[in-house]
């Protein structure tokens, strides 16, 4: 005897197969490139959050808002922000069972949002279209020849995003024509909502610095109501594309009000708050990360090698008491 579901349930079934692709989630760390060569004892570190995937994040610059060319030198800037030690790191990473997000980002002079690109011609635009291309597509060979698992194609470019789609899906044609792994943007958690592109990506990406508390400490309860509104956001924007949501980035700083404004570091006048850090990781853990439209994310960040500034009040969890927290939220099975 044979049996049949009815078409709503096999459409339903479907809907949240197509979504959750993957029992395991991508539990992934941002990995800051290191000024000289690294060794696979540098990654090591990683294991410590139970991580299975890690971002390689190499820099180009351009020097103002207002100044188009992108500019990226092989012979200059730090090794591991280069092809080749892009391509080194990646292998050492999949030594040690990570797989790789490549996320090629600009750095704009004095730490400008990049999302505020303010461009007046198209001859500008023409120039920053061709130098931005010459840049990611370089990369896009790079996780071609490496057979990196995901691929990124920009970073809150807000303005460049929504002023020149016919750009962005040519570009997204070209990648796919000598890049074969899954393909994301990076789009901010207030402007991801109208990126024109989903339907041409694998994964929706979310810088997700959505603000949760103007408390000092945040309490969870706090945390479980702020999430409620975003979660319907991000529900409704994964449901119209039928794709998974993948947050890009998440984070929070070690200091007082971390959950106020999540994209800020902390000034002189935050007190250090471990305590604050760990309820707001562990509250987006809780309310989102067995979402069915969650992919996973990559945790913002980790320094292989520590320099001059303090990390005390910083966004990374290393040696802080959220270390414990990434690793126990890593651990479980979702």
């Not at 351009?62 to 080194?88: A, Q, Y």
């Not at 000092?216 to 975003?230: E, G, L, M, R």
């Not at 305590?275 to 979402?291: D, K, R, S, T």
């Not at 910083?314 to 040696?319: A, L, S």
Request: charged content about 25%; glycine content about 6%; hydrophobic content about 35%.
């Amino acid at each position: 005897m044979k049996f049949y579901l009815p078409l709503f349930l096999l459409i339903s079934t479907f809907s949240c197969l197509s979504q959750n692709t993957s029992k395991t989630k991508i539990n992934g760390i941002s990995f800051v490139a290191t000024r000289d060569t690294v060794k696979e004892s540098s990654i090591t570190p990683l294991k410590k959050y139970h991580a299975n995937y890690a971002a390689v994040i190499p820099y180009a610059w351009m020097r103002s808002l207002e100044e188009p060319l992108v500019v990226f030198n092989e012979r200059e800037g730090w090794w591991g922000e280069k092809s080749h030690g892009v391509s080194v790191t990646s292998k050492h990473m999949k030594n040690q069972d990570l797989k790789v997000l490549l996320k090629p980002q600009l750095w704009i002079g004095r730490g400008q949002y990049t999302g505020h690109i303010n461009l007046k011609t198209d001859a500008e635009w023409k120039i920053l279209e061709d130098s931005y291309t010459a840049y990611i597509m370089r990369f896009a060979q790079v996780a071609a020849q490496e057979n990196i698992s995901m691929f990124c194609i920009g970073t809150e470019l807000d303005s460049f995003v929504k002023a020149r789609p016919a750009y962005w899906k040519k570009l997204i044609k070209e990648i796919r024509k000598i890049y074969k792994g899954k393909l994301t943007y990076a789009g901010n958690w207030d402007s991801y909502k109208y990126v024109s592109f989903w339907d041409q990506l694998d994964y929706i990406g979310v810088d997700a610095y959505f603000p949760m508390s103007e408390e000092k400490t945040p309490d969870h309860n706090t945390i479980t109501n702020s999430w409620k509104k975003w979660k319907k956001e991000l529900k409704d924007v994964s449901d119209k594309y039928n794709k998974q949501i993948l947050f890009t980035e998440y984070g929070y700083i070690s200091a007082d009000y971390a959950g106020k404004e999540p994209w800020a570091n902390a000034g002189e006048d935050k007190a250090v708050n471990q305590e604050a850090q760990h309820i707001l990781l562990e509250g987006l853990y809780n309310n989102v990360w067995h979402e069915n439209w969650m992919a996973g994310g990559f945790l913002w960040k980790h320094h292989p090698v520590k320099g001059r500034r303090s990390l005390e009040k910083r966004f990374t969890t290393q040696d802080k008491k959220a270390q414990k927290t990434v690793h126990a939220a890593y651990s479980k099975q979702y």
